[in-house]
């Protein structure tokens, strides 16, 4: 059996999607930029969140909490938001 370095490891699981609708793109993105965090060590959802709502106060209500909530479950569509998490995770590469 080869020996397969970490980045052959990782190129095995790549996954490509090409979305049927709109709401299906946002959804794959969405997956994408979790990913990232999760990659950066967010393994909690309480530590994202947290992050989140330090970064960016807009969440810090229960409803920004909600969404972020949702968000980590996989079950939120909304371009805005993701745009915010990818602001919020750019600032963080560069930090």
């Known amino acids: ?14 996954i490509q999607i090409v979305p049927v609708n709109e ?3 946002l959804l794959a993105n969405a997956v994408r930029i979790l990913n990232n965090y999760k990659a950066l060590g967010f ?3 309480e530590g994202f ?7 960016d106060h807009s969440y810090h209500t229960r ?3 909600k969404k972020l909530d949702n968000f980590w479950a996989g079950r939120v569509k909304d ?4 745009k915010d998490l990818e ?3 750019d600032g963080l590469k560069t930090s």
């Open 49 to 55: 969140v947290e992050l989140i709502m330090d970064a």
């Open 43 to 45: 393994v909690k959802r």
């Open 87 to 89: 602001k919020i995770y």
């Open 1 to 14: 059996m080869p020996n397969l370095t970490r980045q052959d490891k990782y190129m095995e699981n790549i």
């Open 79 to 82: 371009a805005d938001l993701n």
């Open 23 to 25: 709401e299906m793109a």
């Open 63 to 65: 409803e920004g909490m």
